[in-house]
T-cell receptor, first 115, second 111 residues
Framework: EAQVTQNPRYLITVTGKKLTVTCSQN?????MSWYRQDPGLGLRQIYY???????DKGDVPEGYKVSRKEKRNFPLILESPSPNQTSLYFC??????????????FGPGTRLTVT | SQKIEQNSEALNIQEGKTATLTCNYT??????LQWYRQDPGRGPVFLLL?????KEKRKERLKVTFDTTLKQSLFHITASQPADSATYLC??????????FGSGTRLLVRP
């Protein structure tokens, strides 16, 4: 089954404790992306990757890191989480080409709480 | 500044009627626009993509229009059903391959 998986689905952590949220897709998609979703603010892109070893900042990259060492995986790293990073996080993937980005397939989401 | 706007007020309609949702953007020249459906606590699900050279796209009961002069896309659901109740998001890609989402419009279809 074609899918995007994220782990963990729920996470409660404390300020400053490094964490990683994993994202994996089995569709051989070039483009992968991380979003956060907050009430009233909608989906905001954190980082995206056009392909292996190519990553770029989205609209809200501060406090986050990503890496794209393999095509299928795109982990999101919070080196020193703070309470303002409490949010619902989504990973997504899609095909991409000269015409742009195709339909995005989203993961189930990771609800992160930083106390 | 660049903006993509959707009506933040929920749209409340009677079953069987046509729902029309609006997506307006400023200071973008997108090659295409996408529409997604999102249910509470779940990831968005892709519905339709319309390119700048397409005026209209249809898929079953869904129809999307794209007016690059007005900088607006309209999303229609005909013969709406309570199961269509969800939040609908529009998204466009800027020139640097960033995908920008609107904040979404919640649709409520009353039986």
């Amino acid at each position: 089954e074609a899918q995007v998986t994220q782990n963990p689905r729920y996470l409660i952590t404390v300020t400053g404790k490094k964490l990683t949220v994993t994202c994996s897709q089995n569709m051989n998609h070039e483009y992968m992306s991380w979003y956060r979703q907050d009430p009233g603010l909608g989906l905001r892109q954190i980082y995206y990757s056009m392909n292996v070893e190519v990553t770029d900042k989205g609209d809200v990259p501060e406090g986050y890191k990503v890496s794209r060492k393999e095509k299928r995986n795109f982990p999101l790293i919070l080196e020193s989480p703070s309470p303002n990073q409490t949010s619902l996080y989504f990973c997504a993937s899609s095909l991409s080409g000269t015409g742009g980005i195709g339909e995005q397939y989203f993961g189930p989401g990771t609800r992160l709480t930083v106390t | 500044s660049q903006k993509i706007e959707q009506n933040s007020e929920a749209l409340n309609i009677q079953e069987g009627k046509t729902a029309t949702l609006t997506c307006n953007y400023t200071n973008y020249s997108p090659a295409y626009l996408q529409w997604y459906r999102q249910d509470p606590g779940r990831g968005p699900v892709f519905l339709l993509l319309i390119r700048e050279n397409e005026k209209e796209k249809r898929k079953e009961r869904l129809k999307v229009t794209f007016d690059t002069t007005l900088k607006q896309s309209l999303f229609h659901i005909t013969a709406s059903q309570p199961a269509d109740s969800a939040t609908y998001l529009c998204a466009l890609m800027d020139s640097s391959y960033k995908l920008i989402f609107g904040s979404g419009t919640r649709l409520l279809v009353r039986p």
